[in-house]
Nanobody
């Protein structure tokens, strides 16, 4: 069994910062891409940022220059540092990981349970 546990959300004023964390646990052979998605009320889930196992990153245009994704491969953990937060960043944030559990097994996506980020104006 593999589990992703994300944390670090909360209520913050516009212009403030938050740091999200997501740790993967269980039987894991290799973690490929890790990322963060978000879903605001009434909207579809959207990609926020993704990082490869080698450290290459990609961001949604709306968060470039404000958010930074990073990972600690030894801890199977991905982080999202969010600075200069805006009310439009308010959403439930979900971590995602592309994981192969055993050698020769197929890769599949796993999701965290979500953490609420609320930015007040």
């Amino acid at each position: 069994q593999v589990q992703l546990v994300d944390s670090g959300g909360g209520l913050v004023q516009a212009g403030g910062s938050l740091r999200l964390s997501c740790a993967a646990s269980g039987t894991i052979f290799r973690i490929n891409d890790m990322g963060w998605y978000r879903q605001a009320p009434g909207k579809q889930r959207e990609l926020v940022a993704v990082i490869t196992s080698g450290g290459a990153t990609n961001y949604a245009d709306s968060v470039k220059g404000r958010f930074t994704i990073s990972r600690d491969n030894a801890k199977n953990t991905v982080y999202l540092q969010m600075n200069s937060l805006k009310p439009e960043d308010t959403a439930v944030y979900y971590c995602n990981a592309d994981i192969r559990r055993y050698i020769g097994y197929p890769r599949r996506d796993y999701w965290g349970q979500g953490t609420q980020v609320t930015v007040s104006s």
